[in-house]
């Protein structure tokens, strides 16, 4: 390993790699480097599974839907989608947060957290409250208070819901995070991966983690045989449930202390730093 990087404790041969996007895999330019794509395809030809987890929603995986391999499967919007980028983002699995608690969600902040701002994701696309800051601009978009979008379904179809977006312009990110649990923990599943107050909101129990565990058994794949990476806050429970996990250098505190390992930076390509180390040990057990 280079220096600023801690080798993950080595539980098991690893099978399938895990790799959040955002600040991990890609550099800040939101670009995938020549190293990491070489890195992801030899990855894949030894044999080793790799999986997007990230909380982007599948329209917005062109970046990387040409390097997935094989299984052609990534899970999105924070664990509540699992899409076949082979087939144009077609949802394999979706795991909704119902309307009824996403608006139990929505009156229960706005008593706790006067000024937040919601915007509602379902399959279809995004729909926001005038007040939401427009972070990515969608034509299609239908603006109203969230007590309409969540009781109107605004595309006509009744998509599910994958996530409720909650948004303060004053409360500091992680105290946002903090007295939503707080408030209503018991409602939904909250996590953040902005570096603005920006809150995402899932169905009880849906993180990366659990949508990753599921997909593992599907695949006779244990916990101890995944290498995870991660940098927000999001990915603390996939870290935390992964056999072996990195930090990235540019990572949360709370995702450095979650993490078995830590690798350089997403800029310095920390994920495949850690790949091409995983295929060379594996090259020198062979020969040996």
Known sequence: MIPDTVPAPLSATPRLIATDLDGTLLRDDKSVSERTIAALAAAEEAGIDVFFVTGRPARWMDVVSAHVHGHGLAICANGAAVVDLHAGGELLKVRALQREHALSVVQTLRDAAPGTSFAVELTTGIHYEPEYPPFHTDPGATVAAAEKLLQEDPSGS??????????????????????????AGELASFTRSSPSSLLEISGLGVSKASTLALCCAERG?????????????????????????????NAHPEVTAAAS????????????VVIEEILADRARSTAG
């Open 261 to 272: 390992g830590r690798t350089v930076a997403n800029n310095d390509d920390g994920v495949a």
């Open 221 to 249: 794949i244990s916990a101890d045989e995944v290498v995870a990476f991660g940098d927000m806050p999001n990915d603390v429970e996939m870290l935390t449930w992964a056999g072996m996990s990195y930090a990235m250098g």
């Open 158 to 183: 009744s998509a599910p819901m994958l996530k409720l977006l909650a948004h303060h312009s004053e409360l500091s990110p992680d105290g946002f995070l903090t007295l939503a649990r707080t408030a």
